[in-house]
């Protein structure tokens, strides 16, 4: 078959539905931002039964979520490619939270200070009964900031809700020195560069 057939076949097949198992705005951006239509539906499921196992390393943490995501409305959705995904930061071994306070978010930053972390990204597809699973992790590492500095950046962004008490998609970034990823989409929670490659296996037209 020729390139010319293989899109027109292309334009004949219409992509499956896509379905983004959460309520992320930063996700669902990111799929339009590669010109992917995508409903969005959170999933119904007890996230703290597993945050709270003490039995389960941060990593596995964001797999089995990522996958549960996934599962959760696949359910009502077979036909769908389900897209489920968790994100976790890790700090010597350790999930870091969201700090909730301004007090917590201060004293949690002071901890990532001039350090290395670990941003865990997991990603789970689920399509007809079988399941695409990934992680990807990326290492960031955190200025050396004064007191006053990180007070400052707390109050700009006030990202008490977002683990390790920073907001990439906001003024977050300014306190970093330094990202190691495959990925810098994966920051954000979705990393698409793998994404588009399972999503076109699939069926998916990309571009």
Known sequence: ?????????????????IILASSSPYRQRLLQQIGLECRAIPPEIDESTIQNDPLLKPTHVAEILARL?????????PDSIVIGSDQIVEFDGKPLGK???R???????????????QLVTAVCLVHQGASYAFTNRTLVTMRTLTDAEIARY?????????AGGYRWEAAGITIF???DTEDHTAILGLPLIRLVTVLRSLGVVIP
């Open 99 to 101: 700090p909730a306070t």
């Open 177 to 179: 020195e330094k990202v």
């Open 1 to 17: 078959m020729s390139d010319r057939e293989m899109s027109e076949k292309e334009k004949d097949s219409p992509s499956p539905e």
């Open 103 to 117: 007090e917590n978010n201060i004293h949690l930053l002071k901890q990532l200070n001039g350090k290395t972390h």
């Open 154 to 162: 707390v109050d700009r962004d006030q990202a008490f809700d977002c």
């Open 69 to 77: 995501k996934a599962e959760s409305v696949a359910k009502s959705h």
